[in-house]
């Protein structure tokens, strides 16, 4: 079976300090991965997601980046953090979709709760 | 672009009772819904689905149903239980780039359920 495993899943971090967030999938391969972060009170928007190693799209811009240097792990990152980067920030991988399979739910991890000071 | 919008929460209900969490949605095309659920401190799951107008996902005693005519997804439950406390999302899929799968998720709405 499939598994997801992020970590750390908290973190207090002082502002203008970098972050490495990780994300790895078991049980699969070439899945797509995405990150996700949910800030409080409000939904959740996806930050970037990648369909294959080093290949990377960004939904919003921002103050973080990601990282893929093997087909089953995803890195979020940021050289300077900003208080606005706190929030809880979730992995989540899915299937590649095509003619063949037309599931299309993404699995999530456990999340990381972010919290800048 | 495509949107969700869901009931504003929070929502508290008794043991018991029945429980409707609303979502409407703005697609082009036709998305497939999902209904996923987040436990306090956990990650998401997917609790049900419909890929299709008509379909019915169903899953632990809850359930929503694919309406085109009207663009919603309501969840629906006869019969609630204190575990069932947790934070309710509904999500559309939007394009898919080279295979990916994009989710677009409305505001979440907190469910509590007294004893």
């Known amino acids: 079976s499939q598994t997801i495993h992020q970590w750390p899943a908290t973190l207090v971090q002082p502002v203008g300090s970098p972050l490495s967030l990780e994300c790895t999938v078991e049980g699969t391969s070439n899945p797509n991965l995405y990150w996700y972060r949910q800030a409080a009170g409000r939904g959740l928007q996806l930050l970037f997601y990648?369909?294959?190693?080093?290949?990377i799209s960004s939904e919003v811009p921002q103050n973080l980046s990601a990282s893929r240097p093997q087909d089953r792990q995803f890195i979020l990152s940021s050289k300077k953090l900003l208080l606005s980067d706190s929030g809880f920030y979730l992995c989540a991988w899915s299937l590649f979709r095509d003619r063949g399979n037309m599931n299309t739910e993404a699995f999530f991890g456990q999340g990381t709760r972010l919290t800048v000071v | 672009g495509n949107s969700v919008t869901q009931m504003e929460g929070p929502v508290t209900l008794s043991e018991e009772a029945f429980l409707t969490i609303n979502c409407t949605y703005t697609a082009t095309g036709y998305p497939s819904l999902f209904w996923y659920v987040q436990y306090p401190g956990e990650g998401l799951q997917l609790l049900l689905k419909?890929?299709?107008?008509?379909d019915k996902g169903s899953n632990k005693g809850f359930e929503a149903t694919y309406r085109k005519e009207t663009t919603s997804f309501h969840l629906e439950k006869g019969s609630v239980q204190v575990s069932d406390s947790a934070v309710y999302f509904c999500?559309?899929?939007?394009?898919?780039?080279?295979?990916?799968?994009?989710?677009?998720f409305g505001q979440g709405t907190r469910l509590t359920i007294n004893p």
């Open positions: 990648s369909v294959g190693i080093g290949q």
């Open positions: 999500a559309l899929s939007d394009f898919q780039i080279q295979g990916a799968q994009k989710l677009v």
């Open positions: 419909a890929t299709k107008a008509d």
